[in-house]
């Protein structure tokens, strides 16, 4: 997958809007941007706002014995998709054979799937005042993804970050984004008492398609609280900030990625093992390779690389959210306590599913089916 990312400037004024979650039933409440919780699983805000406050009861209470929630902070995009039979080139035009808007972006893709495998699942992450807005939260909440951290900019000249998909016949694609919401109107610094969600999480999610100096806090706030960190290196093609490879636990880049990341050939696994170890240099001591056909291997510094072979998909038809779909099920099986096979395994068939339904969101496995196929595969 080639991305290429086009982001406004972060120059405007902060004006947030809460929006919760469908299941909950509840009026939307407007709140400042806080991550307060009030229980170890399952947050509560704190209302600290100058509007009236509708419901101090903003989320149900935690079931005994639930285990602790992925907490995915990231993108949400409105995607466009269009079906093309090849790319153009410079200077040409071609005609897509259909169109279709879609629910996407590399946060609420793994949010989506996370909540799809029947894990408690959070995304913090925000969206523009505007219809796309909602078909986020929407596809977001109907799949049972928690959104009491998903805040709207109330800015009129921040849109939903959006993307085009340029889907090809053989189901490869290509995607243009626009960061929009995404990589504007953030904190400058978050307090202590805002990263509470992140810190009573079993596992962080977190992806380049929002501004580093945002990872960078969350990173630093799960590992205060010893919470294990996976960041998937797809988003902005720049640079990685040393400060925040110093807080990740797992990094999750695809052979690509990992090429730019490290300045290093990756067409062989040789040369990716190489290029691995540089990782390693760079202070990282798990690295979560995609290889798309090839699988995908675990590389743990000073130890055996495990590899995964892919579970072969009986026909593929869109490979847009595959990436994401491992790495947040890789997320799952580790927080569930999954050993590294089983956890790369589980992955493996949850993307395998993805692949044969187009879209993102729209082809994320249920937790039922990925064990069916286990049972086969």
């Avoid at 806090?217 to 797809?234: E, M, N, Y």
Wanted: charged letters at 20%.
């Amino acid at each position: 997958m080639k991305g290429i990312s086009l982001s406004p400037s972060n120059n405007c004024q902060l004006k947030f809007q809460n929006i919760l979650a469908k299941q909950l039933n509840k009026p939307i409440n407007t709140t400042p941007f806080h991550f307060t919780t009030t229980n170890r699983q399952f947050p509560t805000h704190v209302i600290k706002c100058q509007c009236q406050r509708r419901d101090q009861n903003l989320v149900p209470k935690n079931p005994i014995n639930t285990p602790p929630p992925l907490v995915v902070v990231g993108s949400a995009n409105f995607d466009i998709y269009v079906e093309i039979d090849r790319l153009p080139k410079v200077g040409e035009t071609v005609s897509a054979k259909t169109s279709q808007t879609l629910a996407g972006g590399k946060g609420a893709n793994q949010a989506a799937c996370g909540a799809k495998l029947s894990h408690p699942t959070y995304f913090v992450g925000q969206v523009g005042e505007d219809a796309s807005g909602k078909l986020i939260t929407d596809a977001l909440s109907g799949c049972g993804v928690r959104l009491d951290y998903v805040n709207v900019v109330k800015d009129g000249g921040v849109p939903t970050g959006h993307a085009v998909v340029m889907l090809q016949s053989d189901g490869q694609n290509s995607i243009i984004i626009v960061g929009g919401a995404n990589m504007s109107c953030w904190p400058e610094k978050f307090g202590d008492e805002d990263l509470e969600v992140v810190k009573k999480a079993g596992i962080v999610l977190l992806q380049r398609e929002i501004p580093d100096s945002v990872n960078i806090q969350v990173a630093k706030a799960a590992r205060s609280a010893g919470v294990p960190v996976i960041f998937d290196v797809g988003g902005m093609d720049a640079p990685m900030p040393q400060e925040l490879l110093n807080f990740i636990d797992i990094l999750s880049p695809n052979e690509s990625e990992l090429g730019r990341l490290t300045g290093m050939p990756t067409d062989s696994y040789e040369q990716i093992s190489e290029a691995v170890v540089k990782c390693h240099k760079m202070g990282v001591k798990q690295v979560l390779v995609k290889l798309g056909a090839k699988g995908s291997a675990l590389f743990v510094e000073g130890e055996k690389p495990i590899k995964q072979s892919i579970i072969p998909a009986a026909r593929v038809i869109d490979t847009t959210g595959a990436g994401d779909t491992f790495t947040a099920s890789f997320a799952v099986g580790f927080v569930e306590g999954k050993s590294r096979e089983e956890c790369l395994r589980f992955a493996a068939a949850a993307a395998s599913l993805c692949v044969q339904v187009k879209g993102a969101i729209p082809s994320l496995p249920d937790r039922k089916s990925v064990l069916n196929l286990l049972q086969y595969a």
